[in-house]
């Protein structure tokens, strides 16, 4: 059974400082990855979305790796803003037949300090 | 051009009364998704759902709970007596095709007391 797991749980840091937030999967076999932001009381909005055959993507000061052989990804945040606090989340999807059916992690809880 | 619409956005209910989330789809959207994030765990996908057809309830509990998607009109999840095991985040996605990504409404909260 695949699960999802994404370390820290939580993390403070100040502004302007290069972060990397943490996910893990158990089964290699995924269809794609995606990252998404959640704010207090709000949706999710995606970020990132990296197919399997995929090694990373980038959108701005936000930089994703996937290594699907172990089971990892990453996601990397420049120059962090106060703006940036806010729940991130990681999610696999394991076919294309079900590439709907995300499996979520429990989330990292940024908090950038200015 | 709305997003996913959720209504209503905060929802309480005592043990034993039912529960009712609506979800509007983003315009020219035709499937419709149901996740439930439980306090302090990841989101769960719960079912999956096209105008007039359940396509994958795999997610759902197999009491209490049921989502249709009328012809005209929101998709609604419904739950029936509720337990405070029932209080959670329901969001609500949708996406233009199957293998579309989604986009995720704001989601209701319930609190069942």
């Known amino acids: 059974k695949q699960e999802v797991t994404q370390i820290p749980a939580a993390l403070s840091v100040p502004e302007g400082e290069n972060l990397v937030l943490n996910c893990s999967f158990t089964?290699?076999?995924?269809?794609?990855l995606q990252w998404f932001r959640q704010d207090p009381g709000k949706g999710l909005t995606s970020l990132l979305l990296?197919?399997?055959?995929?090694r990373e993507q980038t959108s701005g000061r936000l930089n994703a790796s996937l290594d699907k052989s172990s089971g990892r990804s990453t996601l990397y945040i420049a120059a962090s803003q106060p703006g940036d606090s806010a729940t991130y989340l990681c999610?696999?999807?394991?076919?294309?037949?079900?590439?709907?059916?995300?499996?979520f992690g429990s989330g990292t809880r940024l908090l950038v300090r200015p | 051009n709305a997003g996913v619409m959720q209504n209503p956005r905060h929802l309480v209910r005592r043990r034993g009364q039912e529960a009712r989330l609506r979800c509007s789809p983003m315009?020219?959207?035709?499937?419709v998704y149901w996740y439930r994030q439980l306090p302090e765990e990841g989101l769960k996908f719960m079912v999956y759902?096209?105008?007039?057809?359940?396509?994958?309830e795999s997610g759902m509990p197999k009491e209490r709970f049921s989502a249709e998607f009328p012809k005209e009109g929101p998709s609604i999840l419904r739950i029936q007596q509720v337990v405070r095991g029932d209080s959670a985040a329901y969001f609500c996605?949708?996406?233009?095709?199957?293998?579309?990504?989604?986009?995720f409404g704001n989601g209701t909260r319930l609190t069942v007391t």
């Open positions: 996605a949708s996406s233009f095709s199957e293998s579309a990504p989604l986009h």
């Open positions: 089964d290699s076999a995924i269809y794609n």
């Open positions: 990296i197919q399997s055959s995929q």
């Open positions: 999610a696999v999807s394991e076919t294309m037949d079900s590439s709907y059916k995300l499996i």
């Open positions: 315009k020219g959207h035709s499937h």
């Open positions: 759902l096209q105008k007039e057809n359940i396509i994958d």
